[in-house]
């Protein structure tokens, strides 16, 4: 059983599209995350969610909008893509907020903006 | 503000020599520790923390990290290592007591050769 879920794999846009990552997490978590992982390896959070509240929110564009229906689902909106969203982006999840918590992360979504 | 700098980008190693992986942090607040490992093409898993106590972790698979205060210090170190540790290992901090926001180093690519 896949613990944290995220759809698609990869994805392969052009400039300017507006697109969807999906993530879903089986483990009855409160609380999901999107980070970003950009060519170097470098991964930084974006957002974090709290029982479909938003409590973390990185200084990110707002063509970034991420969007919790419920606990277990965090999808990742973004409008006009541009070349530097080039990256790897990855779902995580936890029990809760508390920092004690460990995170799980999905497989990540490489997305490719052309 | 925090920050972590992992001090090695790649580490080359022999099968079955010892290994240390180089973290250190800077914060001025109280902070929890994290090692997560990513092997190619997956998302992150937490190897170990140090929320409190003991100021040495160890995790399952032989790896083991000091929590060193007065150096801000993280090292990750395992006596014998095997292929299959080949990854890239981060190391992350978050505030003790604030939400789980966790501020990744840049990475350390562990490549172990026979």
């Known amino acids: 059983d896949t613990a944290v879920s995220q759809t698609p794999k990869y994805l392969v846009t052009q400039m300017g599209n507006d697109k969807s990552i999906k993530c879903e997490q089986n483990?009855?978590?409160?609380?999901m995350y999107w980070y970003k992982q950009d060519s170097k390896k470098f991964l930084k959070i974006m957002f974090s969610y709290n029982n479909k509240e938003l409590i973390i929110n990185e200084t990110v564009p707002n063509r970034f909008s991420p969007k919790s229906p419920d606990k277990a689902h965090l999808n990742l909106h973004i409008n006009s893509l541009e070349l530097g969203d080039s990256a790897v982006y990855f779902c995580?999840?936890?029990?809760?907020?508390?920092?004690?918590?460990?995170?799980?992360f999905g497989p990540g979504t490489r997305l490719t903006v052309t | 503000a925090q920050s972590v700098t992992q001090l090695d980008s790649q580490v080359p190693v022999f099968e079955e020599a010892p290994v240390e992986l180089r973290c250190n942090y800077s914060s001025s607040v109280s902070v929890y520790l994290f090692w997560y490992v990513q092997y190619p093409n997956q998302g992150l898993q937490l190897l170990l923390k140090?929320?409190?106590?003991?100021?040495l972790v160890e995790s399952i698979n032989g790896f083991e990290a000091e929590f060193n205060k007065s150096q801000t210090s993280f090292h990750l170190r395992k006596p014998s290592v095997h292929i299959s540790d080949t990854a890239e290992y981060f190391c992350?901090?978050?505030?003790?007591?604030?939400?789980?926001?966790?501020?990744f180093g840049a990475g350390t690519r562990l490549a172990v050769h026979p």
């Open positions: 992350a901090v978050s505030s003790a007591g604030g939400y789980n926001k966790l501020i």
């Open positions: 995580a999840s936890s029990p809760g907020p508390s920092t004690t918590y460990e995170q799980y």
């Open positions: 483990l009855g978590h409160d609380t």
């Open positions: 140090y929320l409190s106590g003991s100021t």
